[in-house]
């Protein structure tokens, strides 16, 4: 893929990614947006959302801390992203 296509279609900076990556886990329901499920153990779960985060293109770091934010924090981060 030419280095063009890949620098046009990824963020500029970290923040931008990590917006995304809240915004992906609105849409799949993960992270801070998931709905408790009492029979699921949390490891697996984990592990299932930092994989779809991660079929998406997000780099573990950004899925981690998308996945590790409070849901107050990331509802803010999306309402930000709104009136911007």
Do not use: H, K, N
Not at 21 to 45: L, T, W
Request: charged fraction near 30%; glycine fraction near 6%; avoid cysteine.
């Amino acid at each position: 893929m030419p280095a063009e296509v890949v620098a046009t279609a990824l963020p500029d900076d970290a923040g931008q990614e990590l917006a995304a990556a809240v915004a992906f886990a609105r849409r799949r329901r993960i992270g801070p947006f998931a709905v408790q499920q009492p029979d699921a153990p949390a490891a697996d779960r984990r592990r299932q959302d930092l994989g779809a985060l991660a079929r998406a293109g997000f780099s573990r770091e950004t899925a981690e801390r998308a996945l590790d934010m409070a849901p107050g924090a990331a509802d803010a981060m999306l309402a930000e992203l709104r009136r911007s």
